[in-house]
């Protein structure tokens, strides 16, 4: 069966192929055709049912219109909040711009090379990052060759979108001090990235400028972001090894480097009768809705993921038109005060 076009939408139509072409490209109004001709090269599309060749069309254009967006993380699970609110970011910063959102997602299936063969064969004008620096997909990745911005984690050579992660640390730390916390416990991840680094550089500089008794407990290694395996269970045995302390030796607030741990933390003091926050005072940061299971009102912060994603994008696209990009750009956050602290 013969291949319908472009050529034979305009015969069909009586008009130019360039004319065809605008009207197919939904830019009709910008290049002044009448809504006669549009009307009349439309009617002309379905009579043909005409599909537009987008591979040719990138060819010759130099553009495929589409953004690609890379995670590097296996737990994005459909009731991830965080994954909700930067996903939601993305897909608003490509309907700005015009320009279609493509998703890849680590798959064991395929080798890093292949994931990065598939990254740049040309199918996204730019890409944004979510993952960690020892990915080694990462290894052959080139802003000059393809526009990239990583969001979070400040990864070598790429301009990297990020929230303030030290004043938002600080806001939680200051709550906790006037409120006359002198013992704090900080649930750490065992990621590695700079967005985590500095959290727990901020809490520990506090503590040792202000005379304050500090433990770091770090969640194993390769944890998925759920409610189950090590972690869990480490937290819980955490809280079980502390009723047992004499009141002066117990920490009595507790930040935690993400809402998800802190929801879970509140959790667990409610199953061994650990009151909150008379017991101890519980932080997140994030300002994420509790994950299907988890309740609580804590006291957070609250950082703008949905904004970051939707930056990332629009920068993308001055680096598209040929714009320097910063090294990085870090967005405010503020102190969301609830029940738990």
């Not at 130019?16 to 549009?38: C, F, H, K, L, P």
């Not at 680094?197 to 969640?219: D, K, P, S």
């Not at 937290?235 to 935690?256: D, F, H, I, S, V």
């Given at each position: ?7 034979d939408v305009?015969e069909?139509a ?8 605008a ?15 549009r ?14 060749n ?12 589409v953004?690609g967006?890379y ?9 991830n909040?965080f ?12 309907h700005?711009?015009?320009?279609e959102?493509l998703f890849f ?8 090379l ?5 990254l740049?064969?040309?199918?996204v ?8 620096p020892q ?6 990745l080139r ?9 979070e984690?400040?990864l070598?050579s ?13 806001l939680?730390?200051?709550?906790l001090?006037?409120n006359?916390?002198r ?6 991840s ?7 680094q500095?959290?727990r550089q901020?809490?520990?500089n ?12 770090l969640e194993?290694?390769?944890q998925?972001d759920?409610?189950?395996?090590k ?25 935690c480097w ?5 929801y879970?933390?509140l959790?667990y ?6 009151k ?35 930056t990332?994008i ?28």
């Amino acid at each position: 069966m013969k291949r319908i076009t472009l050529r034979d939408v305009a015969e069909n139509a009586g008009v130019s192929i360039m004319t065809a072409s605008a009207v197919v490209r939904g830019q009709a109004e910008r290049s002044r055709i009448s809504e006669a001709t549009r009307l009349r090269v439309e009617e002309a599309v379905r009579q043909l049912e005409y599909q537009p060749n987008a591979v040719a069309r990138s060819l010759r254009t130099q553009s495929t219109e589409v953004i690609g967006f890379y995670a590097g993380y296996n737990y994005l699970g459909g009731d991830n909040p965080f994954f909700h609110a930067i996903l939601g970011g993305l897909f608003d910063g490509c309907h700005e711009i015009g320009r279609e959102l493509l998703f890849f997602q680590k798959r064991p299936s395929l080798t890093a090379l292949e994931t990065r063969a598939r990254l740049t064969d040309r199918r996204v004008d730019g890409l944004v990052l979510w993952t960690y620096p020892q990915d080694p997909v990462l290894q052959g990745l080139r802003p000059e060759t393809l526009p990239i911005i990583s969001m979070e984690a400040r990864l070598a050579s790429f301009c990297t979108v990020e929230v303030d992660d030290e004043a938002g640390m600080l806001l939680l730390l200051q709550r906790l001090y006037a409120n006359g916390h002198r013992r704090l416990v900080y649930f750490d991840s065992s990621r590695v990235i700079s967005s985590l680094q500095t959290r727990r550089q901020t809490v520990e500089n506090f503590a040792a400028a202000h005379g304050l008794r500090l433990e770091v407990e770090l969640e194993p290694a390769g944890q998925p972001d759920d409610v189950s395996g090590k972690w869990p269970a480490k937290m819980e045995n955490w809280l079980a090894e502390w009723k047992k302390r004499p009141g002066q030796q117990r920490p009595t607030a507790a930040l935690c480097w993400c809402d998800h741990r802190a929801y879970m933390l509140l959790q667990y003091c409610r199953n061994q009768g650990i009151k909150n926050p008379h017991d101890i005072a519980v932080t997140g940061f994030d300002h994420l809705p509790p994950p299907p299971g988890l309740k609580g009102q804590l006291t957070t912060i609250e950082a703008p993921w949905h904004e970051v994603a939707r930056t990332a994008i629009h920068l993308l696209e001055d680096a598209l038109g040929g714009a320097k990009l910063p090294t990085h750009v870090r967005l405010p956050v503020k102190l969301a005060v609830g029940k738990s602290a």
